[in-house]
């Protein structure tokens, strides 16, 4: 995730937090950016200035372009974005970042399990038989759950779980047959 000035600006608080719980990092410039990503600064200069062609023809033409946009309709962003706002880009700008990943928030009992919901266990081997569905699995919500998002792993993960299940009970039955 980066952040131009303008955009941090708008959620300040929010940056000012992740910063202080360490997973949100301050760049005074673009080229502070480039040498922590590794890369030339002339690089992150040409991408925001393709980035910023971009944004200027979606401005100019908002329901144009040959990609497919989110959540409908065309852009000329290759990614689909539509909608641009507190641009331009510049290396001159100071920067919010932060890497975002999805990681294990909550463990409501903490079975491991795979994505067919079959509980895990020594080396990582399905248990026959044996399945796992919300709360008492590991979360996929990150490391900023609301509030009774859990529901949705029980709702997805039930009907994973349980299509998965019903699945093996079938070839169970048809080779008993």
């Known amino acids: 995730l980066v952040l131009n000035s303008k955009s941090a600006q708008e ?55 040959p990609y497919e946009a989110y959540p409908s309709g065309k852009t000329h962003d290759p990614y689909g974005k539509k909608f ?33 919901g079959q509980v895990l266990g020594a080396k990582n081997k399905p248990i026959k038989g044996l399945y796992a569905a919300g709360e008492v699995m590991g979360g996929v919500h990150g490391n900023n759950r609301l509030g009774g998002n859990s529901l949705l792993d029980c709702v997805a993960y039930g009907r994973v779980t349980g299509k998965h299940c019903a699945s093996e009970v079938m070839k169970l039955k048809a080779s008993d047959a």
Request: glycine residues 10%; neutral net charge.
């Open 84 to 116: 641009f706002k507190d641009y331009p880009m510049s290396v001159d700008d100071t920067f919010q970042v932060a890497i975002v990943t999805p990681l294990v928030h909550y463990t409501m009992g903490g079975l491991k399990i795979n994505t067919f």
């Open 11 to 65: 959620i300040h608080w929010h940056c000012e937090h992740y910063k202080g719980r360490g997973v949100m990092k301050e760049f005074k410039t673009g080229r502070d950016l480039a040498k922590e990503m590794g890369i030339s600064p002339s690089v992150l200069e040409q991408t925001f200035k393709e980035y910023n062609e971009i944004m200027k023809k979606q401005i100019a033409d908002p329901n144009g372009g």
